[in-house]
């Protein structure tokens, strides 16, 4: 009886097998079937957008030409290439832009203008500063004034913006000049895009030089002596250049700049002294009799201090014998300090 159930089970194995060995050799047949090759393309128009799609993907790509920081050169070609708009044209885009809110109208508006804003960072180009930077903030400018122009008013959108474009690259050149900003207020900022302009000569103002330059500009002539020193001036580090040599490295502001305010040393130092001090003078003070510990504190240790004759007359002496007791009990006192 086991033999013929070992016999069944064999030959259902065997049909399992082939079964599966079939429906393998069918799907490896399905797959190895050659694929139908596309058909090629046969009029023109085809042809051509069946290379657009070979090629898609595989160009490089084209920079924007409307961003100043990539390409100058290509950038103020472009902004010049832009028409400009005649007086109808930009008030009707101003009034879209003011009373509709249509952004696209805004838009031609700053790109009408772009030119305008080059024009204007050229003239910024001696402060040492990237002129594609110049023009980027310029270009802020020129987009917060279109937001803020009033077709109403009845000027054009170019002597309006011209103060907002001055503005944002005044307050760029003024944070980036130096590490430190030499420029805070109202009369330093006028000094520092108008002093350079004003002198007559190199080197130095006289004091005739700073008064003159003083009320033409209408600032004080202490505020120009003081700008003209920090126009002067230049960045160091405060710890030193890495490649200088000793004497030079000792010359470097962190040695003579110092701050011992946190100086563990100093603190511990300062803490002993202050308590030595302290306990000393508790200590004299203690040594002294109760008549002249008394006056030392009335004449010295009290807020409201006494006179030589409020203790006269409490201690039914002279304001002289005052005076020499506190005397004689100050020497006691320095004495023991001094031990």
């Keep these: 009886m086991q033999d013929n159930n070992l016999i069944e089970l064999d030959s259902e194995l065997k049909m399992t097998i082939e079964t599966d060995f079939e429906a393998d050799t069918i799907d490896l047949e399905l797959e190895t079937e050659p694929k139908e090759r596309p058909r090629a393309p046969r009029t023109q128009a085809q042809r051509a957008t069946f290379m657009a799609k070979q090629t898609a993907g595989k160009q490089l790509q084209v920079f924007d030409t409307m961003v100043p920081g990539r390409d100058l050169s290509a950038y103020i070609t472009s902004v010049n290439g832009i028409a400009i708009l005649t007086a109808d ?118 004091q005739s030089e700073v008064e003159v330059v003083a009320k033409d500009l209408g600032v004080d002539a202490a505020t120009v002596t003081q700008m003209e020193g920090r126009l002067g001036a230049f960045d160091a580090s405060f710890d030193g250049a890495a490649d200088a040599d000793d004497e030079e490295y000792g010359q470097a502001p962190a040695f003579y700049l110092e ?81």
């Design 89 to 206: 044209e930009e008030k009707d885009l101003a009034n879209q832009y003011y009373y509709e809110e249509n952004v696209d109208a805004a838009r031609k508006l700053v790109l009408a203008h772009l030119r305008f804003v080059v024009h204007v960072a050229k003239t910024y180009s001696g402060y040492g500063l990237s002129e594609a930077d110049l023009i980027q903030e310029g270009n802020v400018g020129l987009m917060k004034a279109v937001k803020r122009f009033n077709p109403e008013v009845g000027v054009r959108l170019v002597s309006f913006a011209v103060h907002w474009i001055k503005a944002e690259i005044h307050e760029f050149i003024l944070r980036n000049w130096r590490i430190v900003k030499v420029a805070t207020t109202k009369a330093q900022r006028k000094l520092f895009f108008n002093l350079r302009g004003a002198k007559k000569r190199l080197g130095w103002l006289t």
């Design 259 to 339: 701050d011992t305010r946190f100086d563990p040393a100093r603190n511990v130092e300062t803490d002993n002294w202050d308590k030595t001090s302290t306990d000393g003078l508790y200590v004299a003070l203690s040594a002294l009799d109760e008549r002249s510990r008394d006056i030392l504190n009335q004449r010295w240790l009290n807020d409201n201090k006494a006179t030589l004759h409020e203790l006269a007359a409490k201690y039914n002496v002279s304001a002289e014998r005052i005076r020499q007791l506190e005397k004689n009990a100050m020497d006691k006192v320095k004495a023991v300090l001094e031990a």
